[in-house]
């Protein structure tokens, strides 16, 4: 295919940009985007600019659509059949109960960053499946599903619209360091151009998950593999609740997504407790997965399995390092990863892009030591929002993938905590949802979920069961500290 020329022609290695962004997945074209609203001259570079064909990043939790309010993007989700999700159905073994987001009242108002919004970038319009009535007037908070490929195109086109941002079609192949070790840009190769370097005065790398130069922050930095998810698209599938992100859960299986994510087409993610996928994908799907789907889901997943397109992604994780380097800034999942069960990368890179704008967005950035020294402290400042979305996830896939006796106990435990409604489950959703950032808070709802676990198996055991249930009791909790609180430090102290 040919290479639209402007891709490739205007970028000019004789300038010194403002900012480099490598990378234009979900957060560079947004952070280019603000970045020129602010007036800096800003160089994006991405290796293929076609849209991607992709199973990830395809549902926002509602401190996403927020993050690209206050970004001015979040018309982003318009024009692309995008799907409006009002909150989760949670199924255990065939029971369910259902969750619905936040009431906006009861979270932080949206604060549009100066600059970066007006003429009302902030404001989704009407189309034929997003609507104001739904976004903007609707008392609750809403996230929004998407075929991924199309929400990328239109943060690409938003970007390509600033006259500050110059875009480059190319893969950049190494970070330019000066003698004293500091970043100071990065060499291209380009389509007819061959290699080529290009300076500025910070270098963002939004290289995703598979990031090549995160590893400039320090060689060690890698991510860790634990489980793996087979995804499948459903065409026409009934869900159980129109508008809804379903969970699946059970004792005997693996957890389950299934969402919608255009008019036609739902998305079904199927976890495997193992980064290398089974090598009989069909037959895993039929002997390990197919008993516990719901039966509208049903016609739609046979089908699927049938014509046999299955697409896998590792699961990684991988706690954040500070931005240590002068003249670099790495940031999405490069930076940082987390178990995507909660469906919250997009939402954490967003919101990075919202907290670095406040911090470094009206600087100079030829005062290189004065961007390096709030990208210091923005670690600090990052951590209160992102290590509630992150610990969560974690937590919650060691429940919901429970390997052992007392991972079941506290996965129930959790679906019927979930169950009585009222704060046991708005404020796990809003931690969900990316509305939340209190981490203590957290600790608390996730340590009262393992004592209502507890207080199940003690009624279970009756009072003849009594020495025993105590004794599962301690077991228990000694679980819970163990899935919780190593993955809280990691991202609170480190
Ligand atoms: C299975 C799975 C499901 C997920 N589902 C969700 C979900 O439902 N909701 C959610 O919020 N998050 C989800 N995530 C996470 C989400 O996809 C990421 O958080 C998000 O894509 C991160 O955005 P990014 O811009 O950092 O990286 P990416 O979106 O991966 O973008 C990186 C970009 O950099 C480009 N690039 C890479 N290397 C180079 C190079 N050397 N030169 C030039 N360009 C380069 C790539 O082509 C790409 O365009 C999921 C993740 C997985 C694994």
């Known amino acids: 295919m040919s290479i639209d020329p ?25 952070l280019a985007t603000a970045l020129s609203r602010k007036g800096k001259k800003v160089l994006i570079v991405e290796r293929d600019w076609s849209e991607p064909d992709r199973i990830v990043g395809e549902l926002m939790q509602p401190g ?21 999700v009002t909150g989760y159905t949670v199924i255990y073994n065939g029971e369910s109960v259902q969750i619905p987001y936040p009431y906006k009242q009861d979270v932080k108002p949206v604060e549009p ?13 009407n189309d034929k499946t997003v609507t104001i009535k739904q976004f903007e007037e609707n008392e609750r908070e809403s996230g929004v599903a998407f075929v991924h490929g199309k ?24 970070i330019l360091k000066n003698k004293s070790n500091e970043v100071v840009g990065c060499k291209v190769d380009i389509p007819t151009r061959g290699k080529v370097e ?25 991510p860790t593999t634990g489980s793996s998810f087979v995804g499948m ?31 036609k087409e739902t998305r079904i993610l199927c976890a495997y407790n193992s980064p290398k996928t089974p090598q009989d994908l069909k037959k895993w799907m039929v002997d390990s997965v197919q008993p516990c789907i719901p039966k509208e889901i049903r016609p739609s997943f046979d089908e699927a399995v049938k014509s046999g397109k299955f697409r896998s992604m590792p699961n990684q994780y991988l706690p954040a390092r500070q931005n240590d380097v002068l003249g670099l800034c790495v940031i999405g999942d490069a930076l940082n990863m987390r178990h995507p069960l909660g ?61 052992s006796k007392n991972l ?10 979930f169950q009585r409604g009222g704060d046991c489950t708005s404020l796990p959703v809003q931690f969900l949802s990316g509305l939340c950032p209190r981490p203590f808070l957290l600790t608390k709802v996730f340590f009262a979920v393992a004592l209502y676990a507890i207080y199940i198996n003690f009624e279970r055991r009756g009072a003849l069961g009594f020495p025993i249930a105590l004794v599962e009791g301690i077991s228990i909790l000694i679980t819970a500290v163990r899935v919780f609180s190593p993955y809280l430090y990691g991202e609170l102290i480190g």
Request: contains cysteine; proline residues 3%.
């Open 6 to 30: 402007q891709l490739i022609n205007k970028a000019d290695e004789k300038f010194t940009y403002d900012a480099i962004v490598v990378g234009a997945g979900v957060i560079g074209p947004v």
């Open 113 to 125: 960053l100066k600059d970066i919004v007006f003429d009302g970038n902030d404001k989704v319009l």
């Open 233 to 263: 698209s459903l065409y026409d599938c009934k869900v159980p609740n129109k508008y809804n992100g379903h969970v699946i859960l059970g004792e005997n299986h693996m957890p389950v997504l299934v969402y919608q994510i255009s008019p």
């Open 151 to 174: 929400f990328i195109s239109n943060l690409r086109n938003i970007v390509a619209k600033e006259s500050n941002v110059t875009r480059l079609q190319g893969n950049v192949v190494e």
């Open 64 to 84: 996403g659509v927020r993050a690209l309010k206050e970004l001015g993007c979040v018309q982003a989700i318009n024009n692309i059949e995008a799907w409006p």
């Open 198 to 222: 290009f300076h500025a005065n910070i270098t963002f790398v939004c290289d995703g998950i598979f990031s090549k130069f995160r590893k400039e922050l320090s060689p060690d930095y890698v």
């Open 343 to 403: 469906g919250g990368g997009m939402t954490v890179g967003l919101n990075d892009v919202v907290l670095l704008m406040k911090k470094i967005g009206d600087l100079d950035f030829n005062d290189r030591e004065t961007v390096l020294d709030e990208l210091l402290d923005y670690h600090y400042d990052r951590k209160s929002y992102d290590s509630v979305i992150n610990v969560l996830s974690i937590a919650l896939y060691s429940l919901f993938a429970a390997d």
């Open 408 to 417: 079941k106990t506290l996965q129930e435990g959790c679906f019927r905590y």
